[in-house]
C-alpha cells in the first residue's frame, strides 16, 4: 500500500466527523494545573500562542482559549473546523483545514511561531515516515524553548487487538462494534494507527524534543473492550 493510499483511509475515517465532543479531556486540564500553569508558569495570562494540531471539534482548543491564550487549531476535517468557527466565533479566522499529506515545508499560519503546540490522539494516524516528518515541521513552528505535548495510542488498548500488521510502523484496524453499526453518519470504520510501545518506544519518536514528562491515561468505557491506555509526552524545544 502506498503513502497515499493509507492516508486516504484514515481521511475518509475521520472527515466524517462523527464524535463531537465539545468539553475538553481529563488529559488537557489536568496537565494545564499541575504542568503548564504551576511547574511551567503557562497560564495563559500572557496571551502565548498556542497551536492545536489536530483540533477536532474545539472542545480540547476551547478550554485554552477560555484560559487566555491565543489558540489557533488545525484538522484535516472540513464539519469539525466548522464546528471550531462556531464555538469560537471571535477566533474563527484561527482555525483552518490542512491536508493530510505532511510536508517540512508546511506553514498553516505563516511564519507564526508557538509557545506550546498541542497534538491529542492525532499524530499515531501517520506511519513511522510521515510521523517524522510532521514531528520536524511542528519543531519548526515552535519557538525556541517551546513546549510540545502529545498524546499517542498504546498497544495495550483494546484497538490493538482488532488490528492485523501492515507497513512502516501501521497496523491496520477494522472496528466492528455492533454500536458502531448503526452510528448516525458512519459510512467507513477502518484506519490505520501507529501504535507505541513503551515509555523509550515513545522518547525515540519524539526525538527532537527533550523530554520535560511521560505518563499515560487510560479508561475503561464498556467491559467488552478494555483499555484505551494513551500514553502523554510533555516536552520542549531546546533553544539554538
Not at 466524517?16 to 481529563?26: K, S
Amino acid at each position: 500500500m502506498s503513502k497515499k493510499d493509507y492516508l486516504k483511509f484514515n481521511d475518509n475515517y475521520w472527515s466524517q466527523a462523527v464524535f463531537d465532543a465539545p468539553n475538553p479531556e481529563t488529559y488537557v486540564f489536568r496537565a494545564y494545573g499541575r504542568i503548564f500553569k504551576f511547574e511551567l508558569g503557562l497560564d495563559g495570562s500572557g496571551k502565548e500562542k498556542l497551536l492545536d494540531f489536530g483540533c477536532g471539534p474545539g472542545g480540547n482548543t476551547k478550554f485554552y482559549h477560555e484560559k487566555g491564550f491565543n489558540v489557533h487549531g488545525v484538522d484535516l476535517s472540513k464539519i469539525d473546523i466548522a464546528r471550531c468557527k462556531k464555538r469560537m466565533p471571535k477566533i474563527k479566522k484561527q482555525f483552518k483545514v490542512i491536508d493530510p499529506n505532511p510536508s517540512l515545508d508546511d506553514k498553516f499560519f505563516g511564519n507564526t511561531k508557538f509557545k506550546i503546540i498541542t497534538a491529542f490522539q492525532s499524530l499515531y494516524y501517520y506511519n513511522n515516515a510521515d510521523l517524522e516528518t510532521r514531528l520536524q515541521n511542528l519543531y519548526n513552528m515552535l519557538e525556541p524553548n517551546g513546549i510540545f505535548y502529545a498524546t499517542m495510542m498504546h498497544k495495550s488498548c483494546w484497538y490493538y487487538k482488532m488490528s492485523r500488521p501492515s507497513k512502516n510502523g501501521l497496523r491496520f484496524v477494522r472496528l466492528n462494534r455492533k454500536n458502531d453499526k448503526t452510528r448516525k453518519g458512519l459510512k467507513t470504520n477502518d484506519h490505520f494507527i501507529n501504535f507505541v510501545k513503551s515509555n523509550d518506544h515513545l522518547k525515540k519518536m519524539f526525538h527532537m524534543f527533550k523530554p520535560l514528562h511521560i505518563g499515560y491515561y487510560d479508561g475503561v468505557y464498556r467491559n467488552e473492550e478494555g483499555s484505551e491506555k494513551h500514553l502523554t509526552f510533555i516536552g520542549k524545544k531546546l533553544k539554538k
